[in-house]
């Protein structure tokens, strides 16, 4: 089986009810784009000149923090999820 | 507020050796953890190291039995891919003669899934008496008149106490303390990585003991392959500084190698999980501790310099931050300088040792695996060349060593450079040389041509006078 092949949204389980836990401060951003290579599930995205992070990144987030950590800006905004929510990990 | 003597925020290994330690010494502990229970937001490729056995007695109580995901590495597979995406080679490696104790002289690594370590880990801990708190996240800490006291969680309550910070790469105890706001491009690493099933007879049957991998490739970071009961990980990393697409562009070329597809289908794999984690890795650690507070693990940037092993160096460091806590809460002074002794004292474990070298360590592997383009792209057929060439019914014998050779030699320019920057300060580093005296012009003329002499040369035929 091809890795293009593989249903990525199906290989993980995740307990809703995070909440927001990213953000991006749009005054801040210098559009370096870094965020968006980085994020493996591309959740960020580019629209015109506009950095943005996709509505349904609850859903899709790995919560592994490489936008956050990239953004020397410190446009991106990032706190966990609240406890007992977002991924969980069954073979980490 | 409630009040306690050690405030641990995070249950991972590092977390939860300190809440051991801190409870048996008669502390009044608790430790937190985000997730439902410990080990469900961690992700590692994850061996364990025959040090962690060497130094803390619960080991030997890591039977199947508690923990049905695990598989002793005996053995190592390295995989050289050359810039074809085709398997140049492998080398099967297994623990060497001159390995000293048990059980390192019987396997490389112990692997298990952190779902089930972490949890395991745990019990020690909250059996010993320490208070774990899960589902719940540590937002803030506590100041007064500036200095931190204890944490806050997410729903406002309290915990007054000394502050260890065993929350990992992206410790919020670190950035709160003032002690490091972020990590920079390289001293971070981003790890993408799948957890593949596969029935453990077909694992067993195909890959017997060779329970580790190292696909070595000419075009994607170095990518690790740790075997399980019933499944295995496939994953790679990078410096933050280093990638220019998505690391899951280039996890999903090694997962699309040829040989890997081959690979799958035998084992009968199948992907069932995807993982994406940070883990620090840095030359040397800095800004460990201030007043009140200690970082330990990945919260501190413990893993080891060369390899990135960080369970060990979590449960060490754990293991000392309780040891200064407890003797800085008896002497009353738990001051950032009465602290100073934390630094002092891992310096001189074996995970200070490795940190003695950690420049150089790093420095090699950065320029080496991770540096697929620049570095293996010689590397791999450089290397396929000497030990693959051999055997080969293309010319005479004699003949095909001659080639070989003079092929070899055509990496020099870009070798040479190579071992000038980075291994010969290893090699001055390790043996306590100095590098000028490796270096030097003269003493280099004096073995380099007789080495140069030692090339294959036309000899006299057989019989000729
Ligand atoms: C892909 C990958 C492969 C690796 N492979 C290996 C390997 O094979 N062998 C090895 O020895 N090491 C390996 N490592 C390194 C190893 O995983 C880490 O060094 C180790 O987990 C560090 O332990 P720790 O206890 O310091 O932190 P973690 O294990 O990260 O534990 C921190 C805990 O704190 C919790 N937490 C974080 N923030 C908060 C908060 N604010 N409130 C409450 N809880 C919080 C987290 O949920 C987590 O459980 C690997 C790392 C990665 C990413
Ligand atoms: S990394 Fe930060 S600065 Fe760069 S594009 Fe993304 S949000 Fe903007
Ligand atoms: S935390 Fe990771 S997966 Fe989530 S948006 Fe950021 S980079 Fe993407």
């Known amino acids: ?92 | 507020m409630k009040e306690y003597d050690i405030v641990i925020v995070g249950g991972g290994p590092g977390g939860s050796t300190a809440a051991k330690e801190a409870a048996e010494k008669g502390l009044k502990t608790i430790f937190f953890e985000r997730g439902r229970k410990p080990g469900e937001k961690n992700s590692s490729g994850c061996g364990l190291g025959p040090r962690i056995w060497r130094e803390f007695d619960i080991m030997k109580e890591l039977t199947p039995d508690k923990c049905p995901s695990i598989r002793e590495g005996k053995a190592a597979r390295n995989y050289f891919v050359n810039k074809n995406d085709i398997v140049a080679g492998y080398v099967m490696t297994r623990p060497t003669e001159s390995v000293t104790y048990e059980p390192a002289k019987s396997w490389i690594t112990m692997n298990i899934y952190r779902s089930e370590f972490d949890p395991w880990i745990a019990k020690f801990a909250t059996d010993a008496g320490a208070e774990l708190k899960t589902s719940t996240l540590i937002v803030d800490l506590l100041k007064e008149d500036g200095k931190v006291i204890g944490v806050v969680d997410e729903k406002g309550e309290k915990y007054k106490g000394f502050v260890i910070g065993a929350d990992g790469v992206i410790s919020m105890v670190a950035r709160q303390s003032g002690l490091r706001k972020k990590w920079a491009h390289d001293q971070v690493t981003m790890c993408p990585q799948y957890d593949f099933s596969a029935p453990p007879e077909k694992i067993d049957d195909i890959m017997g003991d060779e329970a580790l991998a190292v696909w070595w490739t000419s075009t994607c970071p170095a990518s690790y392959q740790v075997f399980f009961h019933d499944g295995f990980h496939q994953g790679l990393g990078n410096w933050l500084s280093w990638w220019d697409a998505s690391p899951l562009y280039y996890l999903n070329r090694i997962i699309n190698l040829k040989y890997y597809q081959r690979l799958l289908r035998i084992l009968e794999a199948k992907p069932r999980e995807l993982q994406g984690h940070l883990l620090p890795w840095i030359s040397y650690p800095y800004n460990t501790h201030t007043e009140n507070v200690i970082l330990i693990g990945d919260a501190g940037g413990f893993s080891c310099p060369l390899e990135a092993e960080g369970i060990y160096p979590a449960m060490v460091t754990g293991r000392i931050a309780v040891e200064v806590a407890a003797d800085a809460i008896t002497a009353g002074d738990t001051s950032r300088t009465a602290l100073d002794i934390f630094d002092e004292k891992w310096k001189k474990t074996s995970v200070g040792e490795d940190f003695e070298d950690g420049e150089e360590l790093s420095k090699i592997w950065q320029a080496l695996p991770f540096s697929p383009q620049e570095t293996m792209s010689w590397f791999v057929p450089m290397f396929m060349e000497a030990i693959g060439g051999i055997y080969d019914w293309s010319q005479p014998h004699s003949k095909r060593i001659r080639q070989i050779a003079g092929h070899i030699k055509m990496y020099f320019p870009k070798a040479l450079p190579f071992i000038m920057k980075y291994v010969f300060p290893l090699v001055a580093k390790i043996f306590e040389n100095e590098l000028d005296k490796m270096m030097d012009p003269k003493q280099l003329m004096a073995v380099l041509p007789k080495l140069l002499q030692m090339l294959p040369q036309k000899k006299k035929k057989r019989g000729e006078k």
Request: glycine share 10%; net charge positive; charged share 25%.
């Open chain 1, 1 to 92: 089986m091809r890795a293009q092949d593989f249903n990525l949204e199906g290989l993980t389980k995740r307990i809703p009810g995070t909440g927001d836990f990213i953000s991006i401060d749009i005054d801040k951003c210098n559009g370096c784009e870094r965020c968006i290579i980085i994020c493996m599930k591309a959740l960020w995205k580019k629209k015109g000149s506009k950095i943005y992070l996709v509505d349904d990144y609850q859903t899709k987030c790995l919560e592994c923090a490489a936008c956050y950590q990239v953004c020397d800006a410190n446009a991106i905004k990032f706190q966990y999820p609240v406890g007992g929510t977002g991924i969980v990990i069954e073979q980490g």
